[in-house]
């Protein structure tokens, strides 16, 4: 199942990392290791924010994608369920089950 991790890293440590040279190369690390089917970066209630969208087939494999921005980058993260047009399409029928038993 398809899954956006959203990780805000505190200025704070980013701002060390990036001092020592080492921002990058440490997100890239964890890219490397997660194999995200995307990846983007922003800002977020004033932090560095990297968005990612993975492929978490298990609950268990959670901790191996949120432990290494826990570790390296001190980051919050949200793990949230995300869908394709693909996806939306399929669960057409379900909202249509659900309009119709609670809608207006």
Same mark, same amino acid.
């Given at each position: 199942?398809?899954?956006?991790? @959203? &990780?805000?890293?505190?200025? +704070? ?8 040279? @080492?921002? *990058?190369e #440490? ?7 997660? +194999?995200?089917?995307?990846? %983007?970066? !922003?800002? !977020?209630?004033?932090?560095? #924010?990297? %968005?990612?969208?993975?492929? $978490?087939?298990? &609950? !268990? +494999?959670?901790?191996?994608?949120? +432990? ?15 869908? #394709?047009?693909?996806?939306? &399409?399929k &669960? *057409?029928?379900? $909202?249509?089950?659900?309009? @119709? @038993?609670?809608? *207006?």
């Open positions: 199942m398809r899954f956006m991790i @959203k &990780a805000e890293m505190p200025v +704070e440590r980013a701002n060390e990392l990036a001092e020592e040279g @080492k921002l *990058g #440490t997100l890239q690390s964890i890219i490397e290791d997660l +194999e995200p089917e995307a990846a %983007y970066f !922003s800002l !977020s209630n004033g932090d560095r #924010t990297g %968005y990612f969208f993975v492929d $978490i087939e298990d &609950a !268990s +494999e959670i901790p191996a994608f949120a +432990e290494p921005f826990f570790l390296a980058l001190e980051a919050n993260i949200e793990i949230v369920p995300v869908m #394709t047009p693909e996806d939306l &399409a &669960a *057409g029928p379900a $909202i249509d089950r659900a309009v @119709k @038993k609670f809608g *207006g």
